[in-house]
Structure formats: structure tokens, C-alpha cells
């Protein structure tokens, strides 16, 4: 009575057809990364070493290291951090806690994913009519900072408002019935209880922050400057905008050398993220609610 | 009796600051319109030609007699995100599917880890991939004298568009609910009838965001554009012929302009336009994925 019948065994076997062609088709998509990254990583990793992570460029930037480079892209992403967080953290706060089911409310989430939206090279643009020019930063790490933290700030708005929501209403409830205002509820309640999540959002941001080239090119990245930064008012060097330099701007650079910043510059773009979703992962198991 | 303690105030003061915050989001993108309208508002209005810069192909803002027709580079734009469409929708949403419908526990979770990581790789280290491996590859393959172009920028811009597109398709069909599957089988269907007959029409305009989403990000992408594309202004009538981008002119001409001269606005207007078109595909994104909330 419950054999299959031809019709059965039709609509079966279509479904392993389209199941093998999906799984194919997504197979398609990583193999060829895989094989890119792949490729980066042998002929970049020759050139990887204590001497060319520490030593300045030098015969006009077809040898030596990559120092300066790293060490602007710290500062950075360390400023473009200082910017963004609190305010991400805020927004994130008041979409979550506060916002009403308004007109406002929906302005500002159109406001965010549009913030994400628009071209690199539209906030390059913005950053220098704002902070360049108008604010007189001049190039400096500021301007390019400023300009990468608002580029940035929905990362960690979406990251912020996600962890602060996953935190249970009843915890909330619990603390305004001791008679807790709304803040000292965030402050002693939610916010303790989200502070990782954050944190996760946070790293994110600095994977995020630390691979973009178009909005610092002309708002504070330098070609080459043979000194490190000594403020936020200094231009400098930049990992990705070095890679750029390196790859496109400059003849007689050794391939060596080009692959070996390609490769620096994505270590350190793919940890930061492995390392952000880890973290995740592992919050997620130890949950408790 | 006033009952207004320190907590009270501090309150008060913390919903000012956190509601400043919300907002600045609001200020931050009407800022960017703003000063960009700003620096390319004397273009705009003083040698800005309308129909010469729809219908030109001549861009020559450096020349004695500078003409600003910006179609070749609307086009080229046009051809390199279009064949990177032609390529990462199709995989991208099966792709989708196959993590959300057919992949299970380990398998899933790995997938979802490796689509995210792709996702996080930086335009800039697309473009070296563009350059210094697609474009000898390119050239090897189909035994052309130039690898740098349309087929080039736009298979790049395909593998960059393609892990976005998955995520957020992929988290349109996690959202039709599972009593709409479980109901379907219910009555007799097959997995492939739940997806197709079910699962897909309903997610049909999460998936046509995802969709626009990836076609906003290929229209603004940068780096990548401006290295893989070959950077020459024409209309591209192979594949392999090299295109520039709105994008990628903005970035390789803005550092040689005159503040406040007329190619520097016309840049700036170039932003506008990029801004423009940018804003209503996400405007568009919007409003589709709230139809399916309203029903």
C-alpha cells in the first residue's frame, strides 16, 4: 500500500537533482575565493617576515617593509573606533530601548542602511568636503578617521541593537519594578548583559575599518611619509592604500613584495573577523537564556 | 512633595544623549548629501550640460576645451555591474537556498562562517586579485592581448556581491515561517514542491532585496572597479574591452583637480549622481521588504 509510485519517485528524484545543483552552485561561489586566497597565500608568504613587518620602505618603495604602513593603519582604525563606538552604542541604545514604532524610527533605519549603501568613494568625497575642508582638519588621520567611523557607525549600530535585543524583556521588566529609572536598568541590566555581543560588533568594525581604501585616500593616506605618525593631525601611510600604491601607482615593484602586503593586509581583515564570529559562536553556547 | 532625585535627572540626561545618538545617522547621510551638493553645486549650475552628459561619450575635463559627457562611464558602470549580476544572482540565491533549505547542522554552520568571511575581504585586495591574477589568466585563456575589462571587473565584482546577496537572501528565507513548509508537507509535497511552491513566493520580495542590495553594492564598489576594469574610457562592445567606472573616475581623477574649478565640481557631481542612484535602489530594498511585513 506504500510503495512509491512512479509519480512518487519523480518528485523525488527532481528534489536530489535540485539539491545536488544548489550545492554545486554554492560550491561554485567558494571554490574560486578559496583558490584565490589560496594563490595569496603562496606567493605572498615568502616575503613575510620580522624584517619586512618592522622596516620602513625604501629605494623609493621597491623594498624593505611595510612598518609605517601598519602602524598608520592602527592609529586609524584606533580613532575611527573612538568615533564610532559611542556613538553606534547610543543609536543602538535608542533604537532598542527608547525608539517608538514611528515615522522618526523608520527614517533613521532608512538613515543606516543607507549610511551602508552608499559608494565608498561617496563618503571619500563627503569626508573631504566635511572634514578636509570645511572642519579644517586638513589631511590627517583625523579626517580619515572621522570619515571611516561614519562610513562604519552601522556596523556597529546593527551589531549593538542585535545583542541588545537579545536580551530577554523580562530582565528589563524585573529591574523597572524594583523601581529602577530606564537608564539605571541599561546601565545595570542590559548593558551587562549585551556587553559582549557589543564587543563582537566592535571587532567587526575594526575587520571592517581596516581593509577600506577609497574613503582615506585623499582625506589623510599618503603615498609615503618616512615617519610615523606623531598625532591625529599627521597624513599617513595605510596597509590598503599602500597595497593600491604598490600595485598600481608604482613600476619595479617585485611581485614578492605586492603579494606579501595583499597577504598582510587580508590576515589581518579575515582574523579580526574569525576571530569576531568565534567569539560569537561561543557567547551562543554559553547562554543561559 | 518633588520626588525628582539624582537618578531622575541622570535619567533624563541619558535619554537626551542616546536619542542625539539615534539621530545621528539622519544627520550623518543628510551631511554627505549636503556637502557634496555643496562642493558640486557651482558645476551643477554654471558649465554643467544635462543632455551632453547623458548622451557624450567625451569625457575630457582636462582638456583646453573640456567637454563632461559622462555616458561612456555610466555605461561602463552599467556593463561591469550587469555582468557581475549575470553572474552572482543566480549563484548567489542557490547558494541561498542550499544553506537554508537543504543544509543541515554542521554542514550549514560552516557555510554560513565561510559566506561571512568572504563578504569581510576588502575591495582593495579584490583589485590586486583582479590585476595580478585574474588579468594573466584572462589573458591566457582567451588568448586576448588585454585582460583587464569588462569580463575581468565584473567576475570580481560577482565574487564581492555574491557572499552579501547569499546572507541576506539566505535570512529571507529563514523568515517564512516554518508552520508554512510543515503545512505543505503536511498535504503531500516534496521538499523541492514545499521550496519552489512555498518557500520562494513567499520570500520572493526579501529575495528581490537581496537582489537589489547586491546591485547597490556592484554600482558603488570602487577599488576593485578601478583596478580590474582597465580604466579606459569607451563603450564596450567585447567583454574583454577595458571600461572605466563613475566610481573609479571620481578616485583616480580627484587628487589632480583644482579645488573649486570646474572638474573638481564636476567630480563632486559625479558623487551626486552615484549618491542618488544609490539612495533609491536602497529606498526601493526598503519598501519591498516592508510589503511583505504589511501582509
Known sequence: MFTATALNRRSYRRQSVAKAVFCLMTVALVIPVLLILGTLVVKGAPAISWEFLFTAPTNNMTAGGIFPA????????????L?????????????????????????????????????????ALF????????FRFNASILAASLTLA????????????????????????????????????????????????????????VSRTSGETAPIMFTGAAMFVPFLPQSVFDQTMALSYHLYNVSTQLTDVPEEL?????????????????VSIGFRIYLRGLKKW | MDRRDAAWYIDKVAQWVVFVGGISAIVFIVGIFVFITKEGLDFVLGPLNLGEFFTSIAWRPTSNNPTYGALALIVGTASVTGFAMLLSVPLSLGAALFI????????????????????????????????SIMHPLIMRIFDVPLGLGVLNAGLILGLMAAPIMTTIAEDALKAVPDTYREAAEALGATRWEVIFKVVIPASRNGLLAAVLLGVGRGFGETMAVLMASGHAINIPTSPFDSVRALTATIASELGDTVRGGDHWGSLFTLGILLFVVTFVINLTADIVVRGIRKK
Open chain 1, 127 to 134: 569626508g573631504f568636503g566635511a572634514f578636509v575642508l570645511f
Open chain 1, 83 to 123: 568615533a564610532s563606538v559611542p556613538i553606534g552604542v547610543a543609536a543602538a541604545l535608542y533604537l532598542s530601548e527608547y525608539a517608538p514604532d514611528n515615522l522618526l524610527t523608520r527614517a533613521i533605519n532608512l538613515a543606516i542602511v543607507n549610511l551602508a549603501g552608499v559608494p565608498s568613494i561617496v563618503h
Open chain 1, 258 to 274: 605586492t603579494y606579501g602586503v595583499a597577504l598582510v593586509l587580508i590576515a589581518i581583515v579575515l582574523l579580526m573577523n574569525a
Open chain 2, 100 to 131: 537554508a533549505e537543504f543544509a543541515t547542522g554542521k554542514t550549514r554552520e560552516v557555510l554560513k562562517v565561510l559566506v561571512e568571511m568572504l563578504a569581510a575581504i576588502p575591495s582593495v585586495v579584490w583589485g590586486f586579485v583582479g590585476m
Open chain 1, 70 to 81: 601598519l602602524v598608520g593603519t592602527i592609529w586609524l582604525v584606533v580613532v575611527a573606533l
Open chain 1, 150 to 205: 561614519v562610513m562604519t557607525l552601522p556596523v556597529v549600530i546593527v551589531a549593538t541593537r542585535e545583542s541588545l535585543q537579545a536580551v530577554p524583556h523580562a530582565f528589563r521588566e524585573a529591574c523597572w519594578n524594583m523601581g529602577a529609572t530606564r537608564w539605571q536598568t541599561i546601565r545595570k541590566v542590559v548593558l551587562p548583559n549585551s556587553i559582549s555581543g557589543i564587543l563582537t560588533g566592535v571587532i567587526l568594525e
